[in-house]
T-cell receptor
Framework: EPEVTQTPSHQVTQMGQEVILRCVPI?????FYWYRQILGQKVEFLVS????????KSEIFDDQFSVERPDGSNFTLKIRSTKLEDSAMYFC????????????FGDGTRLSIL | KNEVEQSPQNLTAQEGEFITINCSYS?????LHWLQQHPGGGIVSLFM???GKKKHGRLIATINIQEKHSSLHITASHPRDSAVYIC?????????????FGTGTRLQVFP
């Protein structure tokens, strides 16, 4: 069964450094999402992406965050200058179409900011 | 106030027991999702429903749109069912199907 893959599984970065989290969505899916889960808390929506542009973003997704689909297969989340509070598990998801379709999640990237 | 509330937060059961996890939400939705999160962190979609009832193996999900309430039932529970079960909703008015998540119910099934 096709799956969403995320790399790396664990990223350790110094505060203030840039980090790029990578995702390969399922190939025929059109909608892509990033979510994050701070340890012990619920999963939170960050951003959705369709047709090569951001469709919707949350208050969390400020100017330090950006997303890109650089080559038609990868979907990346960049954090420009990481803060301690960015430490979390980041999940990528994709869905075939927007309306009433299940989202398929990757296994997540655990980001630790030192 | 959380838009999606789950109960209970924690649940322990003996193998074979019937389990119910409840979810209430306060926003208009286009769909409700039940997801499973394993200890390693990965999230798997179990059900997406907008009305009625769905069944997959030993899992049953129901939704009452008027009461803004959904339940996930597990029949004949097994230790491998131990995981966090998360209710999430796709709110009306979203440009895309972003999900709003509940805090999850941690289930432990003992042999």
């Amino acid at each position: 069964e096709p799956e969403v893959t995320q790399t790396p599984s664990h990223q350790v970065t110094q505060m203030g450094q840039e980090v790029i989290l990578r995702c390969v969505p399922i190939s025929n899916h059109l909608y892509f999402y990033w979510y994050r889960q701070i340890l012990g808390q619920k999963v939170e929506f960050l951003v959705s992406f369709y047709n090569n542009e951001i469709s919707e973003k949350s208050e969390i997704f400020d100017d330090q965050f950006s997303v890109e689909r650089p080559d038609g297969s990868n979907f990346t989340l960049k954090i420009r200058s990481t803060k301690l509070e960015d430490s979390a598990m980041y999940f990528c998801a994709s869905s075939e179409m927007s309306a009433n379709q299940p989202q398929h999640f990757g296994d997540g990237t655990r980001l630790s900011i030192l | 106030k959380n838009e999606v509330e789950q109960s209970p937060q924690n649940l322990t059961a003996q193998e074979g027991e019937f389990i119910t996890i409840n979810c209430s939400y306060s926003v208009g939705i286009s769909a409700l999702h039940w997801l499973q999160q394993h200890p390693g962190g990965g999230i798997v979609s179990l059900f997406m429903l907008s009305s009625g009832k769905k069944k997959h193996g030993r899992l049953i999900a129901t939704i009452n749109i008027q009461e803004k309430h959904s339940s996930l039932h597990i029949t004949a529970s097994h230790p491998r069912d131990s995981a966090v079960y998360i209710c999430a909703v796709s709110p009306w008015g979203s440009n895309t199907d972003k999900l709003i998540f509940g805090t999850g119910t941690r289930l432990q099934v003992f042999p």
